[in-house]
């Protein structure tokens, strides 16, 4: 339990700083803001191997690539599920899934250090 917090919190700092970033993408709150980070590092940890599973051989080929859009898609959810958050299209999602994931990997180095 303590690692999805973790993650989330590291979601959430990464979404604070796509906000600086990414035109399309906006919070009504700070607390829409932590819920969806926590949302998107549930996300991440139950739907997404999932979605990796399922569209392996498209990732095959794009050589990883397929996988960009598997981010942008959870972004997507997650701005459906959460009334306070707005994502105006894809490229919003996946800039804001590229900025998250980074922020999210720097994050995780120092948790581990």
């Known amino acids: ?8 919190a590291f979601a959430a700092i990464g979404l604070w700083v796509a906000t600086l970033f990414v035109g399309g993408l906006q919070f009504d709150d700070g607390v829409t803001l932590l819920l969806a980070g926590v949302v998107l590092a549930l996300c ?10 399922l569209t392996l051989p498209i ?11 598997l981010n942008a898609a959870m972004v997507g959810l997650v701005a459906s599920l959460m009334h306070g958050m707005h994502v105006a299209g894809f490229w919003s999602a996946l800039g804001t899934s590229i900025i998250v994931s980074v922020v999210s990997g720097i994050g995780g180095m120092f948790a581990r250090a």
């Not at 339990?1 to 989330?8: D, E, F, K, S």
């Not at 991440?44 to 599973?53: E, T």
């Not at 990732?59 to 859009?69: A, R």
């Open 44 to 53: 991440n940890a139950f739907l997404k191997p999932l979605f990796i599973l």
């Open 59 to 69: 990732t095959v080929v794009t050589l990883g690539l397929f996988l960009l859009v």
């Open 1 to 8: 339990m303590n690692a999805i917090l973790m993650r989330g």
